[in-house]
Structure formats: C-alpha cells, structure tokens
C-alpha cells in the first residue's frame, strides 16, 4: 500500500445496525490515500496511495486463536484481516474476484442476530441490577446510588435504542431476500 | 429427534451445495471452488457464509473433520459428511424431485382444464 507513514486517528462512534455505513467510510477513507489499521472507538488510519478497496465487517465473538480458521478462510479467499475490535472482525480487499463475504441473506442475518443475542444479556443484565434496591441509611451512599440508577438507566435505554435497531434492520433483510428470491424465480421460468 | 434426516430439511441453496461438495473429504477454500464449479460459477460461496455454515453443520453432525490437513499449512483442516450428512443430502433430493413431479403433475392437469 506504500505507507508514507503517516498516521491519522479519528473518534468515531461506531453503530452496529449501521455498519453498512462504516464500511462506505472505511472505503471513502482508502480512495483519499488513509488504510485502516486499528479500529474500535479510536479509528487509526496510515497514509498510502489512494486505492479502491472493499472493506467488510464482520461480527462474531470469541477469541482470535480458536478464529484460526476462519481467518485463514478469508485470506484464501482474497480477504486482508486488517483489524479486530470488541468481536467485530474487519478485512478488505482491492481484487475485484473476491467474492462478497456474506453471500446468501441467512448468513448475514446470523450476523445480525449473534449481535442481538449479546445485546439482550447486556440488557436482561442492566435490567436486574437496575431492579435492585440497594438498602443503605447512610445519605452519601444513598445520593450515589441515585446517580448510579440515573446511569444505569441511560444504559439500558441505550441498549434497548440498539436491540430495536439491529432487530428492524433483521427484518429489512428478511423482506430483501423474500424479494430477491422473487426476482430470481421470475428469471428462470 | 436430534438424527431424523428429515428434521433437517428443507435446506438452504447454500447449504445443500456445501453438503453435496463434502462427498469426498475438503478444506474450506477447495469448498468455494467445487460449489462454484457444481453450479457453472452460479452460486458463489462468501468465506462469512461458509464459516458460518460450516460451524453449523460440525454443530449438526452433519459433517466432521477428518483430522488431515493440507501439508503446507495445518489451518487448513478437512471436512467430510458424517452418515447422517449423507442421508440428508439424499433426502432433500427426494424432497425436492417428488416435489418438481407433483408441481408439474398438478400445472399439466390445471391446463387441460382449460
């Protein structure tokens, strides 16, 4: 990619449901000359030449070690493994025979739906310890226990905001490929 | 029952490719290239997909690992369809021949009607 070596970090709030998105970002980034090194929240780019590059993201936890496999898929297949943040998995490629990463509908939603999964233990989680009454007579513990619910309670908002997010974006997957395998049909007879 | 064929069917386009190209013993990537040469180039099979399906079906018992791997790199390991893989990969194609049958018996039928 000849990396003049310099380097660019950009905050960057990361939606799952609209990861779609980070990816036309990641690949607007690669055409001005900046490649993805590291991601997460801190996005770090190097500088190179300005190229045309897919990039995908892919969602599945576990630890990297028992992912040799699937690593070493992506890589026979033409995919660079560039970074992995948080059981999100990112590669992409400038060979234009590579084929997609996801390329039936099931499988994409799979992706989808181990997400939600996470999302809704986080959630039940969050939900039983914001149940919880702390019983407590002491004033300083009890204004700490407040804000404490006043957090807890963001985070539960903000995890049922994202369960919804991921679970509409299912759906509109779901109709997609009902309306694929129409088109398809009609195709062939 | 967990080893009723049956129980598994019907299976996804994808899927029963995979299952059919596992005949005879595979890693991953000779996979994507016998289910592209199954299908004329057709059906192009994504390594997310495959992984996928490939965790899914070692889950099943449909397929194993053979415990080979190609002798460059033991990353690559080798999979294989179990007995009950190969029964389901013959009853989906049942399934789905007596299907065609009955699709076309009853469209032949419907036009004389007419």
């Keep these: 990619m000849n990396q ?16 779609d998105q980070e ?11 900046w490649h993805l090194v590291r991601g997460g929240i801190v996005f770090r780019f190097v500088e190179g030449k300005p190229g045309e590059f897919r990039y995908r993201l892919d969602y599945r936890p576990g630890s ?3 992912l040799e496999e699937y690593f070493t898929l992506f890589a026979d297949s033409g995919w660079e493994h560039v970074c992995s943040f948080g059981g999100w998995h990112c590669f992409r490629t400038g060979d234009a025979s590579a084929p997609e990463v996801f390329t039936d509908v099931d499988s994409k939603v799979e992706k989808y739906r181990r997400l939600l999964m996470l999302l809704l233990v986080f959630l039940m989680a969050s939900l039983v310890i914001l149940s919880r009454s702390p019983r407590s007579s002491s004033s300083v513990l009890y204004e700490f226990y407040a804000w404490a619910k006043v957090v807890q309670s963001c985070v539960v908002v903000l995890l049922g905001y994202a369960a919804v997010r991921v679970y509409l974006h299912i759906r509109r997957l779901r109709r997609k490929a009902a309306e694929l395998t129409r088109r398809s049909v009609e195709g062939k007879c | 029952m967990k080893h009723d064929p049956m ?22 990537y000779a996979i994507m290239q016998e289910v592209s040469a199954l299908s004329g180039g057709a059906q192009k099979l994504g390594p997310g997909t495959l992984y996928g399906a490939l965790t899914k079906l070692l889950d099943q018992e449909l397929i194993r690992r053979t415990g080979e791997s190609s002798g460059e790199d033991e990353r690559r390991k080798h999979y294989v369809l179990t007995a009950l893989g190969r029964r389901v990969v013959e009853c989906e194609c049942a399934r789905m021949q007596s299907l065609s049958e009955l699709g076309r018996k009853a469209l032949a039928a419907k036009g004389e009607a007419q």
């Design chain 1, 23 to 33: 990816e036309k970002w990641l690949e607007k980034m690669a055409r001005q000359g």
């Design chain 2, 7 to 28: 129980s598994f069917l019907p299976l996804t386009e994808a899927t029963f490719l995979i299952l059919a190209s596992l005949a005879s013993p595979k890693h991953g």
């Design chain 1, 64 to 66: 990297n070690r028992s």
């Design chain 1, 4 to 19: 003049s070596g310099k380097t660019r970090s950009v905050f960057r709030f990361f939606f799952a449901w609209q990861d």
